[in-house]
C-alpha cells in the first residue's frame, strides 16, 4: 500500500488492518495469533512515489488494490498495462465504478 502524505493516516489504516485481521483470524483471543501476524506481515507500506514511477512500482506487485470510493480509472489502466491483477469494490455511483467498467468490455 502506498503511504499516506501524512504518517498518522497511515498508522490509523495499518492499526484498522491489524484489527480487522485479528478478527478475521484470532476471533476472540486477547492476544494476537500467529495467523494474523503472518497476514499482516504481507502488508506493505510504501513511500509515495511520483505518477511517473507508478508503473514500474505496479509492475513489481502482486496485486492492485482499486482506490475505492474514488474512481480509480487511472489506476485499473495503469494496472492493465502492467499486468497485475486488480482488485476492485463497485459502489453504487459512476465515480465508484469506473475500474468495474474496463472488465465490462
Known amino acids: ?3 499516506s ?12 488492518l491489524k484489527d480487522a485481521l485479528s478478527q478475521r483470524f484470532c476471533g476472540h483471543q486477547e492476544d494476537e495469533c500467529p495467523a494474523m501476524l503472518n497476514a499482516h506481515s504481507r502488508i506493505h507500506f510504501i513511500p509515495r512515489v511520483k505518477s511517473d514511477e ?11 488494490l482499486h482506490p ?3 474512481g480509480g480509472s487511472k489506476t485499473a489502466s495503469d494496472a492493465i498495462n502492467a499486468g497485475v491483477p486488480l ?19
Request: glycine share 2%.
Open 1 to 3: 500500500l502506498q503511504a
Open 5 to 16: 502524505r501524512y504518517a498518522m493516516q497511515t498508522e490509523k489504516l495499518n492499526s484498522r
Open 54 to 64: 507508478v508503473l514500474e512500482l505496479m509492475q513489481q506487485s502482486d496485486v492492485i
Open 68 to 70: 475505492f470510493p474514488f
Open 87 to 105: 482488485v476492485i469494490f463497485p459502489q453504487r455511483y459512476l465515480r465508484g465504478r469506473m475500474a468495474a467498467v474496463f472488465f465490462q468490455i
